[in-house]
């Protein structure tokens, strides 16, 4: 509440949308809830805190399906979940030949114009 008190502009704080980004090797097992009838939250009552999240499992996605996504946080869960360095190469210069905001996946060359990463350059 700091950050409201602080900005005469703002009336409240934003919503929060709760994400967990798993990329273990074992399946995801935990549930998704903070109070779960387990909890034993019947000792609080109506004061129990109740949070649930978004749960992402890199370990869930399947290749294929990250493949066809084909941007950049898919290519990253294709990198830890699938490792494969032939088709990793493949699926970064594939993000960097289609992707409208090259700034977002490339860096420059020292003349300020996109380049391929020199490990990956098609040319090689």
């Given at each position: 509440?700091?950050?409201?008190?602080?900005?005469?502009?703002?009336?409240?704080?934003?919503?929060?949308?709760?994400?967990?980004?798993?990329?273990?090797?074992?399946?995801?097992?935990?549930?998704?809830?903070?109070?779960?009838?387990?909890?034993?939250?019947?000792?609080?009552?109506?004061?129990?805190?109740?949070?649930?999240?978004?749960?992402?499992?890199?370990?869930?996605?399947?290749?294929?399906?990250?493949?066809?996504?084909?941007?950049?946080?898919?290519?990253?869960?294709?990198?830890?979940?699938?490792?494969?360095?032939?088709?990793?190469?493949?699926?970064?210069?594939?993000?960097?030949?289609?992707?409208?905001?090259?700034?977002?996946?490339?860096?420059?060359?020292?003349?300020g114009n996109p380049?391929?990463?020199?490990?990956?350059?098609?040319?090689?």
């Amino acid at each position: 509440m700091d950050y409201v008190e602080t900005h005469a502009r703002v009336r409240a704080l934003p919503p929060l949308f709760p994400i967990v980004l798993y990329n273990g090797d074992n399946p995801w097992r935990a549930p998704t809830t903070l109070a779960e009838p387990e909890d034993r939250s019947d000792l609080l009552g109506p004061y129990q805190v109740t949070f649930e999240y978004f749960k992402i499992a890199e370990n869930e996605l399947d290749r294929e399906t990250l493949l066809t996504v084909s941007n950049i946080v898919s290519t990253l869960f294709l990198a830890e979940a699938h490792y494969d360095l032939s088709l990793l190469k493949t699926a970064l210069l594939d993000i960097f030949d289609n992707e409208s905001d090259k700034q977002a996946v490339n860096r420059d060359d020292d003349s300020g114009n996109p380049s391929y990463p020199r490990d990956l350059d098609r040319r090689r």
